[in-house]
């Protein structure tokens, strides 16, 4: 009898920052219900200070992520994938509930564990697909090579969960940079989780730090913050682009804008946020 009138425990998520799990220093949650109203969860509402904190562990964590090697990259993005897949049956139920079918969840985890493998290669090829010696009319070598922005906020994709944030995500990586990453508002179950799979997949402290909340009340500060180097706005929404753009216009951010899903399989995705540095070098005599 005690058992029939039990209520449920609903799992509170946490972020994710500086590769520690701490509750947002708002106290404030919100309530992530399924298709029927159900209530499925409680989710952190970020705040600016939240925020700020993502950012300081960003730049912090960036100088050992740059400096690492392109082939170490590559073996930790394989190894977030090799550990995704290993909980594929977790990331399958959360998708279930947060709305798709079996499935299309079951699709889902494979194309995000794909995608991972993917980035993976190309993480010590890019250099050499988008380097080039440059011709020029004076005794010089000439050469330009792609060299990371360095901390990228990204905006996830709002109708799509573990996919849209492992797409986002995972060229930014393979790029050397570091992320400051806002989930889903309405699919956030799988952002923290992923956390855990990237917590433990031999990915630096603070290199990426995941936030769930409200994109009106966060997205002005993505695209003030002095310290935040690039911009990826995944979102349908014209005004929401034109206030981002207007915004980031004052730092000089660079911002880059793809449509509310998914992003593709693609090295320019790593290009978005490289900086082409040219050297000159003269030619002995």
Not at 166 to 190: D, F, M, R, Y
């Amino acid at each position: 009898m005690a058992a029939k009138n039990r209520l449920a425990v609903n799992k509170t998520y946490k972020l994710y920052l500086g590769g520690k799990f701490p509750r947002t220093e708002s106290g404030r949650y919100y309530e992530v219900k399924g298709r029927k109203g159900a209530l499925l969860a409680n989710a952190s509402r970020a705040s600016r200070k939240d925020f700020r904190n993502g950012v300081v562990a960003a730049r912090k964590a960036w100088p050992g992520w740059d400096g690492s090697s392109a082939y170490l990259r590559g073996q930790i993005l394989y190894r977030i994938a090799e550990m995704l897949e290993g909980r594929t049956e977790q990331f399958e139920e959360e998708l279930r509930i947060q709305g798709s079918t079996p499935s299309t969840a079951k699709k889902e985890v494979a194309k995000a564990v794909d995608l991972l493998v993917h980035y993976a290669g190309w993480s010590d090829k890019y250099q050499s697909l988008f380097s080039s010696v440059n011709p020029v009319s004076t005794p010089h070598f000439n050469f330009s090579v792609p060299e990371p922005t360095g901390v990228v906020a990204v905006a996830a994709p709002e109708k799509s969960s573990l996919l849209g944030l492992c797409s986002a995500i995972a060229p930014i990586l393979a790029g050397g940079n570091t992320s400051i990453v806002l989930a889903s508002h309405s699919k956030p179950l799988c952002a923290i989780t992923l956390a855990e799979v990237l917590n433990s997949s031999d990915v630096p402290a603070g290199v990426v730090n995941m936030l769930t909340g409200f994109r009106d009340e966060l997205l002005p500060h993505f695209a003030e913050h002095m310290d935040v180097n690039a911009l990826l706005l995944c979102s349908d929404m014209e005004e929401e682009a034109k206030m981002v753009g207007k915004r980031a216009a004052e730092n000089l951010k660079r911002v880059v804008s793809h449509p509310d899903s998914a992003l593709e399989e693609d090295p320019y995705h790593i290009l978005d946020f490289q900086e082409v540095k040219t050297t000159w070098h003269p030619v002995g005599v």
